[in-house]
């Protein structure tokens, strides 16, 4: 069943937090991100496409090879959806992420359990998010209507969040 406009935005919303969450830890962590898409696909809250591409090297790769860093990064996007949406998230969103966490570290795919089995991993995103918010809104508000955001533009809305961070549409925050 399609979602009304206002559950579509708030859904938008989240996925966009999401992967902005995904970005801003990368760059914190020193992680590639290569660019940013969130696209919509038949009838409004029937199908978005989203995800954070880490360069030429897939997550799970990045994670094998640098699990202490990667593991916030994949953490973060939950870690913002719940601290911008005050513990809300879509549980859909983290599936992907403990995916790939749990082929390199056995974690169940269970978030509460992977959360507590991979609490130095959880603190990191959750630092790295609270530190950032001004950062994540500002390239989750953008990514809510450009849908595709290059490094160079990425890299422009961290300097942008600086000194003139933009918010989220009023209506999607608790």
């Keep these: 069943m399609p979602l009304s406009p206002e559950e579509y935005l708030t859904f938008r919303a989240h ?5 902005a969450g995904h970005a ?13 898409v969130m696209s919509a696909e038949g009838d409004p809250g029937e199908r978005t496409v989203a995800y954070t591409n880490f360069g030429e090297h897939p997550a799970y790769e990045l994670m094998a090879a640098h699990p202490d860093a990667m593991g916030p990064v994949l953490l973060a996007g939950t870690s913002a959806e719940r601290y911008i949406f005050n513990g809300d998230h879509l549980r859909e969103g983290y599936a992907r992420d403990i995916e790939v966490i749990q082929s390199h570290t056995g974690a169940s795919p269970d978030l509460e359990h992977a959360m507590t089995m991979l609490q130095p991993w959880v603190d990191r995103a959750r630092e790295i998010v609270r530190a950032q918010r001004p950062t994540i809104e500002t390239i989750a ?3 809510m209507t450009a849908e595709r955001l290059s490094r160079e533009e990425i890299d ?3 300097e942008q969040s600086k000194t003139a961070p933009r918010r989220l549409p009023s209506e ?3």
């Design 15 to 19: 996925v966009a937090v999401h992967e």
């Design 24 to 36: 801003v830890a990368a760059i914190e962590q020193g992680m590639p991100v290569a660019l940013i």
């Design 141 to 143: 508000a953008e990514l």
């Design 156 to 158: 422009d809305l961290v």
């Design 172 to 174: 999607v925050l608790p």
